[in-house]
C-alpha cells in the first residue's frame, strides 16, 4: 500500500490516520455513503468506457468481467471539482480488495482489505491504474499514477472508496460530486482460434506453425494468444495437403480460423459457358464451377462449341488443383 505526501498531518485524526495503516493486511469494516456500480462488458472492451458521479463519501465498484484475457488493468479518470482541488489532501481515494458483500447500491457497510490509498491531488485531473495481472505493460508518469500492489479481486470486484481526512472541510467540498470515467487497459493481443478438420470428421495428426514456429494444437487446446498484425499460419499433414494461411489479429478481439483438410488426390475445376460441351477423356463432363478429384495421371479435356473445339492435356500430380478455364473473345478494333 502507498500512502501520499500528507503536509497537513496535524488536522488528521488520528483514529483514522491508525486505521489507514493498519488496514493493508487485515479486513476492516466501513460505511459508504452510496455504492455506484459499472460492469465491464468483454464483448466491448476496446470501445467501452463508463462514467459516473461518486460523493466525496461514497464508492464505486467495478466488475470486471469472468473472461479477462485481454484485460491487464484498469484505468480510472477523476474529473476534481474545484472545490475539492482547492482543499488539497482533503479527500482519500482507497483501493480495496475482498470486498463483501457484493457491492449493491442498497448496501451501504462492508468489509474489505484496503489495498492503496492516496489523497486527490490538488489539480482538476487525476488519473489512477489498477493493474489486475502481474505481467503487465502498465507505465506510471506524470500524468498518471499506478499502484505497485496487483490485488486479487475477489468475485471480479474493483472497489474504490471516496472519504473526507480532513477536518474544517466546507460544505461545498463535502457535497461535491467527482466524476469517474472507467476503461480497461487491454494487451495489444488479440485471440486466434483454430478449428482444423478433414473431411471425415475425424482426430489425424497435423503441425501447425504461427509465423514459422511450431505451436501445440489440439481439439481442447486450439487458442493461442497472438501479438496484434498479420500472421501466416500452415499445417502441415502426411495425410492430406499442406494448408497456408494469412489472418489478421484485432487488438483484444477473437478471430476464428476454419480449415477443412484436403485429400492428396489430385483436383480439377472446369470453367466454361453454359453451351459448351465438356469431354474429359473422352467422356462427357456436366460438372462445371466445382472442385472434384481426378486421378493421378495424364488427362485430356476437349472444349466444344457449335464448330468450335480445342483441346488441353494435363499431368495430374498429388496434392494438386488444376482449373481449366474456356471462354471465347471477340476483338475488334478500328484503324
Known amino acids: 500500500m502507498r500512502i501520499n505526501s500528507w503536509p497537513n498531518k496535524k488536522i488528521f485524526s488520528t483514529t483514522l490516520i491508525c486505521a489507514l495503516l493498519s488496514s493493508t493486511f487485515f479486513a476492516e469494516n466501513f460505511r459508504v455513503g452510496k455504492v455506484h456500480t459499472i460492469s465491464l462488458d468483454s464483448n466491448s472492451l476496446t470501445s467501452q468506457t463508463s462514467s459516473e458521479k461518486i460523493g466525496v463519501s461514497e464508492a464505486l ?46 448496501q451501504i457497510d ?3 482489505v484496503r489495498q492503496y490509498v492516496s489523497t ?26 499506478k499502484i505497485d500492489c496487483v490485488p486479487e479481486f475477489k468475485n471480479r470486484v474493483v472497489f474504490i472508496r471516496l472519504q473526507p481526512v480532513m477536518k474544517g472541510v466546507p460544505e461545498e467540498t463535502l457535497q461535491a460530486l467527482i466524476p469517474m470515467t472507467v476503461k480497461a487497459l487491454l494487451i495489444d493481443k488479440g485471440q486466434l482460434i483454430m478449428n482444423i478438420n478433414n473431411p471425415e470428421g475425424s482426430d489425424f495428426p497435423c503441425t501447425v506453425y504461427i509465423d514459422d514456429k511450431p505451436v501445440k494444437y489440439d481439439k481442447e487446446n486450439n487458442k493461442v494468444l497472438l501479438s496484434s498484425g498479420i500472421h501466416t499460419i500452415s499445417i502441415i499433414s502426411n495425410s492430406y495437403r499442406n494448408e497456408v494461411r494469412t489472418v ?20 480439377l475445376i472446369i470453367n466454361a459457358p453454359e453451351t459448351a460441351l ?40 498429388p496434392g494438386k488443383t488444376y482449373t481449366a478455364n474456356f471462354s471465347v473473345d471477340l476483338d475488334i478494333s478500328e484503324e
Open 248 to 267: 489478421r489479429i484485432d487488438q483484444a478481439k477473437v478471430t476464428n480460423l476454419d480449415i477443412l483438410m484436403k485429400s492428396t488426390e489430385p483436383t
Open 278 to 317: 465438356i469431354y474429359l477423356d473422352d467422356k462427357k463432363c456436366d460438372i462445371l464451377g466445382k472442385e472434384f478429384v481426378i486421378s493421378e495421371g495424364e488427362h485430356k479435356i476437349k472444349f466444344t462449341i457449335g464448330d468450335y473445339e480445342i483441346m488441353r492435356s494435363i499431368q495430374a500430380i
Open 120 to 145: 486527490l491531488p490538488g489539480r482538476l485531473s487525476w488519473v489512477l491504474q489498477i493493474p489486475i495481472k502481474e505481467n503487465n505493460s502498465i507505465k506510471a508518469n506524470k500524468y498518471t499514477t
Open 61 to 106: 465498484a467495478i466488475y470486471l468481467p469472468e473472461d479477462q484475457t485481454f484485460i491487464e488493468g484498469i484505468e480510472i479518470k477523476m474529473d476534481i471539482p474545484e472545490s475539492v482541488a482547492s482543499w488539497m489532501d482533503c479527500v482519500a481515494c482507497s483501493v480495496y480488495d475482498k470486498i463483501t458483500p457484493l457491492p449493491s447500491s442498497s
Open 110 to 112: 462492508y468489509s474489505g
